[in-house]
């Protein structure tokens, strides 16, 4: 069992590092358009996933101290690649709970990722919503060129409701919404809502997970343009991502 005081002893041992997770467009040609940052833990008894100790950090000291820490590392990592590349977008994971503080515009600044605000994605969950002055700074973040998403969307009422009170411009669809295939060849309800949606709103999809080309032909059908996914590629250390990116530009 993982204990805060375990997360906090592997931070100062320098034992987290970022893996990049591609996101690649449907468009023909199926080009890698932007890329995920995912934070991982590399202890001597192997590596372990944000699923299973990040809910621990949540409304912790941890928790700004980790996303700051990423932001640091993906401006060494992929500095050169955001100034030197048009159209292309990184998203980073941010919790709500630190949203509106200043610590996250001030290493943005200091990383030098504040001069990329264009191609910046924030991506915050639906673990809890942000309280009034996370919304401000969601706005005020959004005014300067910031771009904001909403993780792990199921397309269900609390996710609406969500959606509706911060300045959201994409969702990410939650990977196990992609395993309702409907029934009888028919398209499944949540293809069909995502269809409504992109037709009546300005609100950009990403779906996370896919795994078949099955799953890439629903989405095409109900307009999702931008996925990430084994399907394409595992998460990469930066050089590995950086590779990747020059094979499918």
């Not at 805060?4 to 467009?25: C, H, M, R, T």
């Not at 609100?203 to 343009?225: K, N």
Request: proline residues 4%; charged residues 25%; aromatic residues 8%.
């Amino acid at each position: 069992m993982l204990y805060l005081n375990d997360i906090q002893d592997g931070f100062e041992k320098g034992e987290f590092a970022l893996e990049y997770l591609p996101i690649v467009s449907l468009d023909p040609g199926l080009r890698c358009v932007g890329v995920e940052a995912l934070l991982r833990w590399d202890r001597p008894d192997g590596v372990v996933y944000p699923d299973e100790f990040i809910a621990l950090t949540d409304n912790t000291p941890l928790s700004g101290l980790l996303t700051y820490w990423v932001i640091d590392q993906v401006a060494t990592e992929l500095g050169d690649w955001l100034r030197n590349e048009d159209g292309v977008t990184l998203h980073i994971n941010v919790p709500p709970e630190i949203l509106g503080r200043g610590g996250l515009e001030y290493t943005a600044r200091k990383s030098g990722l504040s001069d990329f605000r264009h191609k910046i994605v924030m991506e915050i969950t639906e673990r809890g919503l942000p309280d009034q002055m996370g919304l401000m700074a969601l706005d005020i973040a959004a005014r300067q060129g910031v771009r904001i998403a909403m993780d792990d969307v199921k397309i269900d009422p609390a996710s609406v409701l969500i959606l509706s009170r911060c300045n959201v411009q994409i969702i990410k669809l939650d990977k196990s919404v992609l395993l309702d295939r409907g029934e009888d060849g028919s398209m499944p309800r949540w293809a069909e809502a995502l269809a409504v949606l992109l037709k009546t709103t300005d609100l950009e999809v990403i779906a996370e997970g896919v795994e078949t080309a099955e799953q890439i032909s629903l989405l095409q059908a109900a307009g999702v343009r931008q996925v990430q996914g084994y399907y394409f590629s595992r998460p990469l250390r930066a050089e590995a991502f950086l590779q990747y990116f020059m094979l499918h530009r």
